[in-house]
């Protein structure tokens, strides 16, 4: 086994332990560190899957600013006091066989498809430098898609601060 | 490295179902969104093993990229409904807002 | 006899007006204010007066004619037409005519004897009905219908013997002779059933042309006998007789002398055809038993009506005995005979005890008045009565030149020739029919001396006086029809107009018989004279030896015991059986409650609960609870994926 490889399994193995105690945590924080740890392994599995412009994003803007957001959130609907936000689960069994259904579907479906490289395509050079032929496709190829993404995420940023801002004065 | 793409879609499968266990059985809304996180992670995990099988082609990097800005959008406009609803019922628990019971 | 003769329309009318007349007084005389129920009686002798003239149109008419018959359907059942049907002979046309006229002169003697008397119409009414019932049975040209009348009859005798339902002996009486009679009339339905199931047909005319089954036609015959038993007491079911003298004297007269203890022998005649040898033996038997305890019996009564009913008893035992002896004519002759002279009898009797109960109401001295040892030495005070009583208590003990005479000698006769040459047994039944008719001779007179001759014990400080003329008539009429007269014109010789009249049978005339029984009879006289003073106290002849008892003691414990037995059997089996019927009945409504509550109400239940169910598990989907949404859209994509990818 080479470095690649160990690597590979490396980081499988942490997001999917992560991804598993993610469901017997009972405290939010911890879940929320959890989750970072998946999103930071996935980042690296992406950098083996020769996705390194995925990968960087999926750190800033995911570890770096989603669950930021999402540990303010916990942080601002824990009650004074400073006591941990500690949870409790429901339907565990419902959701338990639900989840052992899908993951038991999902992974006979895949295991049924050989998903075999395409021998055309395989021949073709990899570009060695992803990410500038990403920027030249954003802007060029995707460059509508890109402009709309931009548009969504101000209506998101100024949606979300309209419907967290207090409204005191509407309530009844 | 010689990592077979199935390695990939199993773990893609798995964060996948956990991810719904956790938005099905936690009494508790900023974990939902964690667990809908854990989804969307799987998917792009996914979009990122396929693109891999077709190396001069970036379209399943670009999907994934797009997918990650939609989940700021998403992450962002859920906290704020969360912490709107928790200013509006002062609680967390997604049960308890039962509104749409008939 | 002529072969055909055609009735006219006067006859059919006559007829009808014979028997509507009684039936009309019976219905009249509950119409009649209670202020004015001296009317009824006056009334009532009218119209029976009415119905006499209108038999003796239909005696006239009908005498010596061939049989007028009358017939039509009365009911039909499963198959069979029951017919009812008169029948008038030369038999029915003469009884018709005694029972009309003898009813006649009773309701005549009545209306003096009953004077007063609290229940008159009542009684007028049952008289009138009696009468009208008796009519019935003589006419009935069919078994069924004169078991009807028959049963008409003894309900009508219950209700005169009853007449005085307030003494409880009289209660007890009309209640015993109603059920003996009811045994015998269970007998008498048994032997109408076998004859029914043999001939298919009651009437009296079509059963003589039946082909005789001898076996069968004994049992029926013997049936029929039964009913015979009861009504004109026969041994073994005489007791009502004696008992029935509580009732007033006049139907004592007309029912227990006259007429319906006589129609037993009537119907005895009539179906004399249905009679077999062995039965006709059976019937000479108990008649000759009867006739010999009545008159045993009758030497040791004190009370003038037991006397009486004992008497009768015994005549009707010699006229069975002459029925049985094959000798219908004789019997017949008898029958008519002594229901004039003993008709008179109980009438003067009767006269003898209201004279002496008016006489005692007056001076209101208390005694026994129907008992010969309180009586004595009447003669000077009731010469008329007195004169009556020994006319008619000659032809009751057969004295030459009395009706009696001719109708004893006539059953003598008949048996003379019945026991044939040589020594049987039927030689003993005439030996007992001689010495009944000797004993007839001592009681009749020994009751007539002690009544009327000797001194004065009770009776000699009232004041008696004869009875009214209303009561006189009847007696006279009835004691002048027992002189020999009327039934034929030889004293001596009883083969009159009348005896060959009502038979086919040749009439066999012995002059020895009548010597004989004549110098008999004078014998018996002079025994009754010196033997005037000797009282037959014996016990046992005052209550028939004590028959009565003996049924008590043999019959009717046992039956009352059986009766006790069924009814706890009845009590315990069936009751139990009822109950346990019942209570399965119970058990399985309680089983089919519990099914329609559990299972057929169930299933409802279950059908509504399995939609409230499937209502609220689908409701549950609706709960308005994220997670819940999420979860069965999952499980809807799961079920999705396996549905169609695997």
């Known amino acids: 086994m080479n470095a690649p490889s160990f690597l590979f399994y490396f980081f499988e193995i942490i997001a999917a332990g992560a991804a598993g105690a993610l469901l017997f945590v009972r405290n939010v924080f911890y879940g929320a560190l959890l989750v970072i740890a998946v999103l930071l392994a996935l980042a690296g599995l992406y950098i083996l899957a020769f996705a390194e412009f995925v990968a960087v994003t999926q750190i800033l803007v995911y570890a770096g600013g989603i669950l930021v957001v999402i540990i303010f959130g916990i942080m601002l609907t824990t009650r004074l006091g400073g006591k941990p936000l500690v949870i409790e689960h429901t339907r565990s069994i419902s959701a338990t066989l639900v989840g052992l259904a899908f993951f038991g579907t999902l992974v006979y479906l895949l295991s049924r498809e050989p998903f075999e490289a395409h021998p055309a395509k395989a021949a073709a050079s990899t570009p060695l430098d992803t990410t500038q032929t990403l920027g030249v496709l954003l802007m060029s190829d995707y460059v509508l898609p890109f402009e709309t993404a931009g548009i969504l995420l101000l209506m998101a940023l100024i949606g979300a601060a309209v419907i967290a801002s207090e409204r005191k004065s509407k309530k009844v | 490295m010689n990592v077979p793409v199935h390695h990939f879609l199993y773990l893609g499968a798995f964060l996948f179902s956990a991810g719904l266990v956790v938005v099905i059985s936690k009494r508790n809304t900023i974990m939902v969104l964690l667990g809908l996180e854990l989804m969307l992670n799987a998917s792009n995990l996914n979009l990122v093993a396929f693109n891999r099988l077709h190396p001069g082609n970036l379209q399943g990097q670009m999907f994934a990229i797009f997918v990650i800005v939609v989940a700021v959008c998403e992450a962002a406009v859920g906290l704020a409904i969360v912490l709107r609803i928790y200013q509006e019922y002062q609680t967390s628990v997604p049960d308890d807002v039962n509104e749409l019971n008939l | ?646």
């Open chain 3, 1 to 646: 006899m002529d072969a055909i003769h055609t009735y006219s329309f006067f006859f059919r009318f006559c007829l009808v007006a014979a028997l509507a007349f009684p039936l009309l007084s019976f219905a009249l005389s509950f119409y009649i204010s209670e202020k004015y129920s001296w009317i009824t009686s006056v009334l009532a002798s009218f119209l029976l007066l009415l119905g006499t003239l209108a038999s003796a149109v239909v005696l006239y008419q009908a005498w010596n004619h061939s049989p007028f018959t009358y017939q039509r359907e009365w009911f039909s059942l499963a198959g069979y037409s029951f017919s009812a049907g008169l029948h008038i002979n030369n038999i029915s046309a003469l009884m018709l005519f005694i029972v009309t006229g003898v009813s006649f002169l009773v309701h005549l003697y009545s209306v003096g004897y009953m004077a007063g008397d609290a229940g008159i119409q009542r009684y007028f009414a049952m008289l009138g009905f009696f009468t009208f019932a008796m009519q019935g049975i003589v006419v009935s040209g069919n078994l069924l219908m004169t078991f009807v009348f028959w049963e008409l009859v003894g309900f009508s005798s219950y209700m005169l013997i009853g007449h005085w339902h307030e003494i409880p002996a009289a209660a007890e009486a009309s209640k015993r002779a109603f059920i003996i009679n009811r045994v015998g009339d269970a007998g008498f339905l048994v032997g109408l059933m076998i004859v029914w199931a043999h001939g298919h047909s009651f009437d009296i005319a079509a059963l003589q042309q039946l082909p005789v089954d001898p076996t069968w036609m004994t049992l029926a015959s013997l049936g029929i006998f039964c009913g015979i038993v009861g009504k004109s007491a026969q041994f073994p079911l005489f007791t009502w007789l004696p008992d029935a003298m509580v009732g007033p004297t006049p139907v004592s007269a007309l029912i227990h002398a006259a007429t319906m203890v006589a129609a037993g022998v009537f119907l005895l005649a009539r179906v004399h055809f249905l009679f077999t040898v062995p039965s006709l033996h059976v019937v000479a038997v108990v008649g000759c038993i009867t006739a010999l305890l009545g008159a045993v019996s009758a030497l040791a009564q004190h009370d003038i009506k037991k006397i009486l009913a004992y008497s009768t008893l015994s005549q009707l035992g010699l006229m069975v005995v002459a029925l049985g002896a094959g000798s219908p004519q004789a019997a017949l002759l008898h029958l008519f005979t002594h229901a004039f002279f003993k008709a008179c009898l109980f009438l003067a009797a009767g006269a003898v005890i209201h004279t002496l109960h008016q006489a005692q109401h007056q001076s209101h001295v208390h005694f026994d008045v129907q008992d010969i040892r309180n009586l004595g030495g009447l003669q000077k005070k009731l010469p008329f009565t007195f004169l009556i009583f020994v006319i008619s208590g000659s032809a009751l003990a057969g004295l030459p030149f009395t009706s009696g005479f001719l109708s004893k000698d006539a059953i003598l006769t008949a048996l003379v020739q019945w026991k044939g040459e040589g020594f049987s047994w039927k030689l003993l039944i005439l030996a007992a029919v001689a010495l009944v008719s000797f004993l007839t001779v001592v009681y009749t007179f020994r009751m007539i001396w002690k009544i009327f001759k000797g001194t004065e014990t009770a009776t000699a400080r009232l004041y008696v006086s004869e009875p009214p003329a209303v009561m006189r008539a009847p007696m006279a009429v009835l004691a002048g029809v027992s002189l020999w007269i009327w039934f034929s014109w030889n004293p001596f010789d009883f083969s009159g107009w009348m005896y060959v009249n009502i038979g086919e049978a040749k009439p066999f005339h012995s002059g020895i018989v009548s010597i004989a029984s004549a110098v008999w009879v004078i014998l018996a006289l002079g025994v009754a004279y010196f033997t005037r003073q000797v009282a037959f106290g014996s016990s046992w002849l005052l209550n028939a030896f004590y028959f009565d008892r003996f049924l008590k003691q043999f019959v009717e414990k046992p039956i009352l015991q059986l009766a006790a037995l069924t009814h706890h059997a009845d009590k315990k089996w069936i009751d139990g059986f009822l109950h346990a019927t019942a209570y399965a009945q119970l058990v399985v409504a309680h089983l089919t409650g519990w099914f329609d509550r559990a299972i057929v109400d169930g299933l409802v239940d279950g059908v509504a609960g399995a939609a409230r169910g499937l209502g609220s598990f689908t409701r549950s989907f609706q709960g308005g609870k994220i997670q819940l949404y999420i979860f069965w859209a999952t499980f809807g994509i799961i079920i999705f994926i396996i549905w169609t990818l695997l």
